[in-house]
């Protein structure tokens, strides 16, 4: 560490050469003053040599202890060489915190500098307190306001640095959300279509002794193949915002209105789906749209895990509630590749918690397997 850092630090060049300009015209101005006096050679000499020494504390100290020249400024203005006292009184007030310090030194330089001592009259009364105002009150004034703007421009730019922090952890919490809707949607929609093309596969190798049903079999996986090709082109032609395929379909999201079309074809798959669904008009397109990921998800797990189970799909509508419930049916032994990772159940989970509404996934004694849940409309 230079010098300079060990005496200024955190003060570039042009603030060093005022520091140096404020302490040597301190010290020369009180030098004059110590003329005007007349003190005698002795005299003089002993003050110029104070003037010098307060010079050196204003250049080195006046903003880490100012209270340091402060004092010797206040002790020459007593005896009449006031001019320190100006940059002193403003130091202080600048650099000390504390307002019992500030008002205890002001008192006492406010008194050096008016040197009540040499008043004899009502018009030395007023002089005397025009001089402590001049040399105590007005710097120190500019101190106490120039050491509040500093404050504030220091908290504005710490809040600015905390928005800005805050702004970025924002970001990245919508960049990890969006992720995470994309990929549930795209569990959702695309899972659906790819296990009923597995249903549909096993039941090929089932029949393979019937050419019409194989026949039958294989139009419904290509159908189902191109669904689930569709919907993932939707999906990345809407996530490429700045380069969308035009043949893209941009549909509207599914909803309750559509889940006989997708009972419909779990049945195609070979699937026993039994459909209960009242009239759901002016149910919320957000509400609607879970109640169908809700039962898509079901009956792609009842799809995986009980081939073959008959499956309900229930749907009752109150005044302030929708509630979706898929039940499936016991299935003998476990099925070979049914293993999964639970992501869609915990996907539905999430996707019903957004919508401060109840969800519950939970085998029933009769060894099926039930999900339901509860959204507020």
């Known amino acids: 560490m230079t010098i300079r850092e060990r005496l200024w630090p955190g003060l570039s060049g042009r603030s060093i050469w005022l520091e140096v300009h404020l302490a040597v015209s301190s010290a020369a ?20 040599f104070v003037c010098v020494v307060l010079g050196l504390l204003l250049l080195v100290l006046r ?10 400024s206040a002790a020459l203005a007593a005896v009449g060489i006031a001019t320190g006292l100006l940059v002193a009184a403003y130091a202080v007030a600048r650099y000390v915190p504390s307002w019992r310090t500030l008002a205890v030194s002001g008192a006492l330089a406010g008194v050096a500098g008016a040197r009540p001592w040499d008043v004899d009259s009502s018009n030395g009364v007023v002089g005397a307190v025009g001089t402590a105002a001049l040399l105590v009150l007005l710097p120190g004034a500019l101190g106490v306001w120039q050491r509040t703007r500093a404050e504030l421009l220091a908290a504005l730019q710490e809040r ?4 800005e922090a805050e702004r970025e952890l924002l970001a990245r919490d919508a960049v990890r959300t969006e992720r995470t809707r994309i990929a549930r949607e795209m569990h959702d929609a695309v899972g659906h279509r790819v296990s009923l093309m597995v249903l549909q596969a096993g039941a090929i190798e089932m029949a393979a002794r019937d050419p019409g049903r194989v026949e039958q079999l294989a139009g419904h996986v290509q159908t189902a193949g191109r669904r689930a090709l569709d919907e993932l082109r939707e999906m990345v032609g809407v996530l490429r915002a700045g380069d969308v395929d035009e043949d893209a379909p941009l ?57 073959g189970a008959p499956v309900t799909v229930t749907v009752e509508r109150t005044a302030d509630r929708l509630a979706v419930r898929v039940v499936s049916g ?15 159940l915990v996907g539905l989970a999430e996707r019903v918690r957004t919508l401060d509404g109840r969800f519950t996934a939970q085998h029933r004694l009769d060894g099926g397997f039930c999900v339901e849940a509860v959204l507020p409309e």
């Open 251 to 307: 549909g509207p999201q599914p909803g309750l209105e559509d889940l006989p079309r997708l009972v419909e074809h779990a049945r195609e798959a070979g699937m026993h789906v039994r459909l209960e669904l009242p009239e759901h008009a002016g149910v919320d397109a957000a509400v609607g749209r879970a109640a169908y990921r809700i039962a898509q998800e079901a009956l792609t797990n009842a799809g995986k895990h009980a081939p």
């Open 160 to 163: 600015a640095e905390t928005a």
């Open 330 to 344: 016991p299935v003998e032994g476990v099925p070979a590749g049914t293993s999964g990772e639970g992501y869609g």
């Open 29 to 48: 101005v009180a030098a004059f003053e110590v003329a005007a006096l007349d003190p005698g050679p002795m005299g003089s000499l002993g003050l110029v």
């Open 63 to 72: 903003r880490r202890a100012p209270l340091v020249p402060f004092a010797l």
